[in-house]
């Protein structure tokens, strides 16, 4: 844990936070804030729904900090950050950010804890929504804030068998043919003795 603005914090993710965050998504923030306490303590662990609440509240701001939109300091949703203004004006909520979950159950009523971590959650989720609009444009691409989507690559297609050839059914060899040359001659192939033409005698003249 290290400190930050004057509040002792975790460096790793609550886990509560990473599996809500796992299940909604975006909406994860807005589910955490709207969510009746009652509602919310019926479903998880106190201890950690006040830890998850504490680091969620860091986180919004930051994004107020970062975009330049104040903080929550002179906010006062409940009666329980009205008493905790009163009794540590300077740091309040240091105190309610710092302390550890355990520390702050026993010391104050569950439900309203809960109930004022949320009601600042609100105000600096209306405060960079209305200024700003969706989280995507507010909340910085390294926030623990944004859902990250993984990529997964495409399994590799499969080589098909080569389909086996049939074995080429062995043709019979051709005999081989003799030259031409070598047939004996048949009758009309015999040449064929022609008679030189005779010239007709010149007829005789009588005289």
């Keep these: ?62 994004c107020l900090s970062g975009n330049n939109l104040g903080d929550v300091h002179d906010e006062e949703p409940t009666s329980l950050a009205e008493d905790l203004k009163q009794n540590f004006p300077n740091d309040w909520l240091a105190h309610l950010l710092g302390a550890s979950p355990w ?10 804890l809960i109930d004022t971590l949320q009601g600042l959650m609100q105000v600096c989720e ?39 050839e049939e074995e080429e059914e062995a043709l019979p060899e051709e005999e081989p043919t003799r030259p031409l040359s070598a047939v004996a001659p048949t009758p009309y192939h015999q040449p064929i003795a022609f008679a030189a033409p005779t010239s007709p005698e010149p007829a005789r003249l009588t005289i």
């Design 126 to 164: 209306e405060r960079l929504s209305d200024e700003l609009g969706p989280l995507v444009m507010w909340c910085s691409e390294d926030s623990p804030l944004r859902s990250r989507v993984e990529v997964i690559s495409p399994a590799p297609l499969e080589q098909p068998e080569p389909i086996q």
């Design 103 to 112: 520390a702050l159950r026993q010391k104050y009523d569950l439900p309203e």
């Design 1 to 62: 844990a290290v400190f930050c603005q004057g509040a002792l914090v975790p460096t790793s993710h609550p886990r509560l936070f990473d599996q809500l965050k796992g299940e909604l998504g975006d909406t994860f923030v807005s589910f955490l804030s709207a969510s009746m306490p009652s509602s919310l303590l019926k479903k998880y662990n106190a201890d950690e729904l006040i830890g998850c609440l504490q680091f969620l509240l860091r986180e919004l701001r930051k």
